[in-house]
């Protein structure tokens, strides 16, 4: 690890989640608003609640369990996060970022962070999903602030997993954008002048979260790369419609399946790659 580790890493937890049987695979997941359902779709091989874990926090959200799980998907072992821990909670920077050098220490070295966003493209729909190839931090800050060197680190999403993923998409015949997310910190919905700038800044969608377990991952030398779920029309975009928190957990629940292939496709991607890199070939 790099020196970021210093500041995020929690020897506490880590011990407690080797003990649990929760180190070892080296893909990891951070499963937003809607996207938990992975974990129940697949086999369950150890779990811990967030509450359990010694220093972690809460995750207090409806649509997020609040465990980290050891899974199995088609033969190929994943650590989930099965729910986040947002900054809106109350949960400061530095905390999430120590939830992905947990991560990094129980053995993860590819992420994928996933989120239910709204859409600030309009050619965008309901449902659809978006392979983020780029992200602007309006959080204004960033887990890594006092990590001696982090700053000198690239922080942006793996180009090569950005095209790992887009390969299992087309894998599993899921169809994605490829887009823009603007990170706010919540709670409360952007307004509809907050949606223009956003999309003036050149964003596609816009959420509460991913923008600083990115920024820790590329702090942490770690290569990750993110999914948005669209659960909505950003704010203005459908005149005389607001948005709320149960419209996203029912718009991603209708989607669970389509979610579940993807991320299992995703991770059987990942594992080829691997795979085939220690045996100096090409994945298929």
Same mark, same amino acid.
């Given at each position: ?22 180190? $070892? ?41 609040? +465990? ?130 956003? +999309? ?39 005149? $005389?419609? $607001? ?30 790659? +691997? ?5 100096? $070939?090409?994945?298929?």
């Amino acid at each position: 690890m790099v020196d970021a580790a210093r500041l995020l890493a929690n020897d506490a937890a880590v011990e407690a989640l080797v003990r649990r049987g929760l180190d $070892g695979p080296r893909v990891g997941f951070i499963l937003g608003s809607g996207w938990g359902g992975f974990v129940a779709r697949t086999e369950e091989v150890a779990a811990c609640p967030f509450a359990e874990i010694p220093g972690f926090g809460e995750s207090t959200v409806a649509g997020h369990a609040g +465990r980290l799980v050891r899974g199995r998907a088609g033969g190929h072992e994943y650590l989930a996060m099965q729910g986040r821990l947002h900054h809106y909670e109350g949960h400061s920077l530095a905390r999430i970022g120590s939830a992905v050098a947990i991560l990094a220490e129980l053995g993860v070295r590819e992420l994928v962070v996933t989120n239910a966003a709204g859409a600030v493209n309009p050619a965008y729909r309901v449902g659809e999903i978006v392979l983020l190839r780029d992200y602007v931090n309006m959080m204004r800050r960033s887990p890594l602030r006092g990590a001696d060197g982090a700053v000198r680190r690239s922080v942006r999403i793996s180009p090569r997993l950005l095209g790992e993923a887009e390969r299992a998409a087309r894998d599993a015949a899921i169809p994605v954008h490829k887009g823009v997310l603007f990170a706010s910190k919540g709670p409360a919905y952007e307004t509809p002048a907050e949606v223009r700038m956003a +999309r003036g800044l050149g964003a596609d969608v816009v959420s509460m979260s991913t923008a600083p377990e990115l920024i820790a991952a590329g702090g942490l030398g770690l290569e990750a790369v993110a999914f948005s779920c669209v659960t909505n029309m950003a704010s203005g975009l459908v005149p $005389g419609r $607001g948005v709320d928190h149960e419209e996203v957990i029912e718009v991603t629940k209708s989607r669970e399946e389509l979610l579940t292939r993807l991320l299992s496709a995703v991770l059987a991607r990942f594992e080829r790659a +691997r795979a085939s890199a220690v045996a100096g $070939g090409t994945p298929s």
